[in-house]
């Protein structure tokens, strides 16, 4: 299952749509905070996840992953897409950072290097 959290709803349905295509299931959530407290938690193979949402931000959810000892791999999607943010998420681990709106091509490379071809 890929995890989706995002709390702008067209952004979450065209990923979701995106990643059922490609023959994963999905999970949606609008933030960060319904996702930790989901029971798909412990089911996801990556998570696909906004920088800037209300409450929790993307980072702040990687950090509390993080010290959960939760190692999901995380796709990072961002209409700002600084540098320094780039820098800060990937040395924690991120596997991609991903300006709005992405490329879905872009999307599906990363995904596929992450968690391989769907079954």
Do not use: H, N, Y
């Not at 995890?3 to 995106?18: C, G, H, K, N, Y």
């Not at 798909?40 to 931000?57: F, H, N």
């Not at 796709?75 to 991120?94: D, N, S, Y």
């Amino acid at each position: 299952m890929i995890a989706i959290i995002d709390d702008d709803e067209s952004v979450r349905t065209a990923t979701a749509s995106l990643v059922r295509s490609l023959g994963f299931a999905t999970g949606t959530f609008a933030g960060a905070e319904e996702f930790l407290s989901s029971p798909l938690l412990g089911e996801a193979a990556c998570i696909i996840t906004d920088v800037q949402m209300p409450g929790m931000s993307g980072i702040e959810m990687q950090s509390a992953l993080r010290r959960r000892g939760v190692a999901t791999p995380l796709i990072f999607i961002t209409a700002f897409p600084e540098e320094r943010l780039r820098r800060q998420v990937t040395e924690a681990g991120a596997v991609a950072f991903l300006a709005k709106p992405f490329d879905g091509t872009e999307m599906i490379e990363w995904l596929e290097r992450t968690v391989g071809p769907a079954l």
